[in-house]
């Protein structure tokens, strides 16, 4: 699905000449799950992590029930990757200018839905497993409800943190 | 392609019933790139980044050319997350004893290729970029030679980075 009347066009983007979701496929992605989340409407929902710790809001993800034996072990960990898969957002704009940027970037320098693959990665905090219901609570998250979860993965500090990554933010 | 006969199963194991690889596509993916790695033979390809990492081999990404463009503003960033598309794993084992581990776990509590969708993390640290030829220098990776590729996102240590994150590592 790829309503691009959700998303305006802007000045200095770049769309790709073929729209990545019309391709033949590469690869099938499964929906394992849902997110459970406060956010209902596109315009309310946190464009980012930070964002979302700001508003204080927890969030829980929902997994199907063949899969929920593979959360066990998931007790131990404090942090985990949850990746979605964000189907309301169109795949064919390759240079982006997000709103009050003052210069355009490419997908893959920006954390936006608008993608070829349109996958999410979000960093959360694991409250609480429970594990007869596939519930995994989190501290919160920048998805709207009901956007399908095709991964969870534990988030290992020795591999995953790197609290010294720099960024420059110039024309962000 | 899942040719389950590079992956032996081990006891305390679980498979779904079903395989994900057959189940009809709830989205699908495109490869927009490619690794090219020192790690032309599953037995000598580090398992995790950390034993990539102290293998002290670099690696690099070629990005499609229609994708290129996307590259743009990368150059400012430090760290970058890839995801691959992990194809030549089953996709259909849900509780899983890794080598070398006493207990069993659920695949989310693990960073396995074996997975309902076999994409793989990786947090690395960017070299070089050369954007004419879309290839994107890394420090390591812990992927085979030619392993597809379907996003590249920056890393930001505000929302990405959990030096403190724990992992009861019991069983492991």
Redesign the interface.
């Known amino acids: 699905m790829t309503p691009p009347s959700l998303f305006e066009q802007r000045e200095g983007e ?1 769309q ?3 729209d ?2 019309s ?1 033949p ?8 799950g849902r997110i459970n989340s406060p956010w209902t409407a596109r315009q309310a929902c946190p464009k ?3 964002a979302a710790r700001e508003a204080r809001k927890t969030a829980s993800i929902s ?1 199907d029930p ?2 929920r ?13 949850i ?1 979605t ?1 964000l ?1 309301r957002s169109p795949r064919n704009l ?2 982006q200018k997000p709103r009050h940027a003052t ?9 936006s839905p608008v ?5 999410g ?1 979000h ?1 959360v ?1 694991l409250l609480a497993i429970d594990m007869a219901r596939g519930k995994l609570e989190v501290d919160a998250i920048d998805a709207l409800d009901g956007t ?1 979860v ?22 962000e």
């Open positions: 770049e790709l000449s073929f990545p979701a391709l496929a590469d690869g099938h992605v499964i929906f394992i980012n992590m930070r997994i063949p899969y034996p593979g959360l066990r072990g998931l007790e131990g960990v404090s942090h985990i990757f990746l898969w189907d390759i240079v210069e355009s970037k490419g997908v893959f320098a920006l954390r993608r070829p693959n349109p996958v990665l960093v905090k399908p095709i991964d969870v993965k534990p988030y290992f500090a020795s591999v995953d943190a790197f609290p010294e990554a720099t960024v420059n933010r110039s024309g």
